[in-house]
C-alpha cells in the first residue's frame, strides 16, 4: 500500500511538473514580455473593461503558482494600471489564492514535487526553519526580505505542519511593503515622476542587492533566533 502510494504520488507530481513546464515555457515568455512593456499592458488589460481586472489577479496567481515569472514586474505593472491602492489590493488577492494553489499542491503530490524544485539539503533546511515553535516568526521575515526564493518557500512549506491558512495570513502580511512599494513605482512611471522613480528603484535595488548577497547571512541568523527562542521557552 506505501509502496502504491508513493508511485502515485511520483506520477502525480510528473503531471504537475509537466503542466508547470509547459506554463513556464509557454506562457512565461509571453506574459514577462508583456508586462515589461507598461504601456502595451496596459493597453491589453483595459482593452477587457472590467474583466481585466481577474484577467490581471489571474497573471498574479500564475506567478505564484509556476513561480517563473518575475514578481516585481507584475507588480509594477499593476501599479502602472491601477494605480498604487488597487494595484496592492488586486495582487494581494492572486497572491492569496495562488499561495493557496501553490501550497496546496505541495499538500497534494507532496515531497516528489518540491524535491524537483529545491535540493535536498535546501529543503531540509528550510523545512527544519518553518517547523520551529517560532514558525511563525521565521515565516514572516522569510517572505519580508527581498532577495529570497518566496515562491518556491511557498512549496516547502506544503511540506511541514503549518496550518494552510496561518502560512498564507503570515505570508501575505510579509509581502504588503513589497508590493505596495512596487506598485507605487509603476504608478509614479504612468505619472511620469522620474524622480521618486529614481529614488524608490534605488531603495529597492539596494534592498534585493542585499538580500540577495546576504541571504544565507540571514537565513542563518533566523536559525539562530529561531533556536534561541525555543530554548528560552523551554
Do not use: W
Amino acid at each position: 500500500m506505501h509502496n502504491r502510494r508513493k508511485v502515485m504520488q511520483i506520477c502525480l507530481a510528473c503531471v504537475v511538473l509537466a503542466v508547470l513546464s509547459y506554463g513556464s515555457i509557454e506562457l512565461v515568455p509571453k506574459i514577462t514580455e508583456l508586462a515589461s512593456d507598461l504601456e502595451r499592458f496596459r493597453r491589453v488589460i483595459l482593452s477587457y473593461g472590467h474583466l481585466g481586472v481577474l484577467i490581471f489577479i489571474g497573471i498574479q496567481i500564475l506567478q505564484i503558482v509556476v513561480a517563473a515569472i518575475p514578481g516585481e514586474v507584475i507588480q509594477i505593472a499593476g501599479g502602472y494600471i491601477y494605480g498604487t491602492e488597487l494595484a496592492t489590493l488586486y495582487l494581494l488577492t492572486g497572491m492569496i489564492i495562488g499561495t493557496f494553489g501553490a501550497f496546496g499542491l505541495s499538500r497534494l503530490v507532496g515531497y516528489p514535487l518540491v524535491r524537483l524544485m529545491v535540493s535536498a539539503d535546501k529543503l531540509i533546511y528550510f523545512r527544519s526553519l518553518m517547523t520551529s515553535s517560532k514558525a511563525n516568526l521565521v515565516l514572516f521575515f522569510l517572505f519580508l526580505v527581498p532577495g529570497l526564493p518566496k515562491d518556491v518557500l511557498t512549496y516547502v512549506g506544503g511540506l511541514t505542519p503549518v496550518k494552510p491558512l496561518s502560512f498564507v495570513l503570515v505570508t501575505t502580511i510579509a509581502r504588503i511593503p513589497g508590493v505596495f512599494l512596487s506598485a507605487y513605482l509603476g504608478e509614479n512611471l504612468l505619472e511620469r515622476d522620474y524622480t521618486t522613480v529614481i529614488v524608490i528603484s534605488v531603495i529597492a535595488v539596494a534592498l534585493f542587492v542585499f538580500g540577495l548577497i546576504k541571504r544565507e547571512l540571514i537565513l542563518n541568523l533566523l536559525q539562530r533566533i529561531s533556536h534561541a527562542l525555543q530554548k528560552h521557552k523551554k
